[in-house]
Nanobody, 128 residues
């Protein structure tokens, strides 16, 4: 069974940057959708970004409106790792960030229930 491990979380001041990593226990199949989700205290889990490809060559990414222009998702299949580069961080980005994988292309960030595998999460705190 595919296992995912997140890393890279921590505490940062507003305006700072962090890069989260999600390492898988085995090679992602090309068509798998890999997503990042987050859950702030007292709030529901929400989609942040995801990346997928129908052929392993051309990838498409989706971002929540709240992070567009600030976050960048990327994927290195050879390293079995997906990254989330987070720039210009804001206090409202504070949350536990989860990596997830779904065994289908193009799942999007609003179909959380279709993701089959989840990591344990990594805490991101943005505070002055």
């Amino acid at each position: 069974q595919l296992q995912l491990v997140e890393s890279g979380g921590g505490s940062v001041q507003p305006g700072g940057s962090l890069r989260l990593s999600c390492e898988a226990s085995e090679i992602f199949l090309d068509y798998y959708t890999i997503g990042w989700f987050r859950q702030a205290p007292g709030k529901e889990r929400e989609g942040v970004s995801c990346i997928s490809s129908p052929d392993g060559i051309v990838y498409s990414a989706e971002y929540a409106d709240s992070v567009k222009g600030r976050f960048i998702i990327s994927r290195d299949n050879a390293k079995k790792t997906v990254y989330l580069q987070m720039n210009s961080l804001k206090p409202e980005d504070t949350a536990v960030y989860y990596c997830a994988a779904g065994s289908a292309y193009g799942l999007g960030i609003n179909t959380m229930g279709r993701y089959d595998y989840w990591g344990q999460g990594t805490q991101v705190t943005v505070s002055s």
